[in-house]
């Protein structure tokens, strides 16, 4: 779905696809030196990273190996509950494993602590964090994210994997939603 499709639904687009690959393209070519020689495993984490993942996977000049778990902090709401929860958890032992997990956005950052603690308690090697959106204002946490693709503002967004009630993930960019949409 292009941005022009629901345009009334948007106050304000924030990245265009051709950005977001452009800039996923610096960050591919920063990981293949960080990881020369090894397979990372790239952890997504569902159901927003999908899109993320799969254009990273795609540019990457690299052997990799994927996995997804899922977990829930956000309901169908707007604000992070700082609650989470396992859905779906790894296929893959990561005793020895690089791992890199990839996240859409970090906003409270409570999800991405709390996962990093949780596969750092499992063997792995190294656990890192791509997030491919980070809003800074709303830190709650300290979390350190290696790859960070776009600062942006705090402000409710979809697209490119961000839902808002389980829309709008198939939308090729970001952008704000107007506040028309969940009022
Ligand atoms: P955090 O725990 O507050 O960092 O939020 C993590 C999760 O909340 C993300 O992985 C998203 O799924 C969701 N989220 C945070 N901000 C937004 C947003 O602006 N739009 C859509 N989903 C969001
Ligand atoms: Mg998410």
Redesign the pocket.
Known sequence: MKLDDVSADLEEVLLTEDQIHERLAELSRQIEKDYEGETPLLVG?L???VMVMADLAKELRMPIEMDWMAVS??GSG?Q?S?V?RILKDLDTDLIGRRVLIV????????????LLANLRSRGAKSVDILAL?R?PD?A??DVEVKYVGFE?PS????GYG???AERYRNLRGVAV?APHVYA
């Open positions: 984490v159901k927003g990273a902090s956000y707007t992070s700082g989470v996240e859409d956005i970090i906003d409270s950052g409570l999800t991405l602590s709390w959106l809003k709303a709650k946490v942006i402000r409710f967004v979809v961000l839902d808002y939603l």
